[in-house]
């Protein structure tokens, strides 16, 4: 069929820069300042003026954002805590969430999700809680957000610190409050602004911190450590790193913020158009896993489903390969950390959390980006359900 009427390529998601922000990107170029300066600052204005004035600062990725939030709280033999300090997460998320826990001098502890959100098991993580215990890094996978009322009375009653990677939920909210301010999130919120996430700053993330206090620290860690004073004051006090974001990303970053919510809205419609398809008795006899349909919550950063498994079931990489033939992407968000060789050799092993190996052996990321048409949705569930129903 795709050999006579071939259309184009599909890939599951890809940015979209208005004329206006390529125009502020030359701009920029030819001002003569085109790293950390002006665009930065206006950058993290808008971002913090989002989030209802908590301070927000923008780092170069949405990794480094989380490994500074962990040195603020200084989690982490490497951040003036212990080598013995642990922090939750999920299994089941890009593997820089529990990276940036080994990389502080920290112990990552993994507690297993719920199938149905895919999000870390609140359950589970507070029964992981020992006294060794300083933080918790939920994930709000695919932009669902995990429960905030049930997180904060966590962290609450166990006196730990709540880093949120929200990477992919810009613009999620939980109860109408948007995800990293105060009402929603009430410790450190972290986003990117990788070229796959709902808005971009080609690389880039921000950090939404709780005072000016830990907003200096944030400078410090960002660029070397470094304080200025006066004209020519420079001290040292703290280790920091690299992670400024350049002015041309911030110019970028600052153009697709004001399509923030028209992007999400365009997402959450065509997430709707997945679901109607799907509930076809063609579709549904596919016995796909589909994801939870919040249209409350969700800024519907991904639409995945869960492939069914069994002897007669044909495997995620030949169903991919079959959808790459038919000309459509799809993508895999996450294989299971503790299953990575790096993870392995610190001790973990299959069977460890069976619900996120059950789901990071199955799933299976579906196009789903703002310029998409329904027509192309269309297109997704047709050649999905064919090839699953050929197998
Ligand atoms: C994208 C992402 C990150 C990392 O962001 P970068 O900007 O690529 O460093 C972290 N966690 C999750 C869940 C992500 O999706």
Redesign the pocket.
Known sequence: MSSANPQPFLPFTRPAIDDETIAGVAEVLRSGWITSGPQVKAFEAALSQLFGGRPVRAFN????T?EIALRIAGIGANAGGSATDEVITSPL??V??SNVILETGARPVFADIDPVTRNIDLAKAEAAITPRTKAIIP?D?AGLPVDRDRLHALAKKHNLRVIE?A??AMGSTWRGHLIGSKAASNDFASF???P??NITSI???CLVLNDEREARLAEQYRLQGVIRTGFDGMDVEVLGGKFNLTDIAARVGLGQLKHLDAFNTARRELARRYFELFDTPAARARNLGLPVADFENSNWHMFQVVLPEGPRCLSRAQVMGKMHAAGIATGVHYPPIHLFSLYRDLGWKPGDFPNAERVGRAILTLPLFPAMTPADVERVVKTLTEILQKN
């Open positions: 990725s949405g990794t480094c989380m998320t890009w820089a969430t994930v996978l990677d990477a992919q990117s602004f990788h796959n996430k690389e880039g993330g």
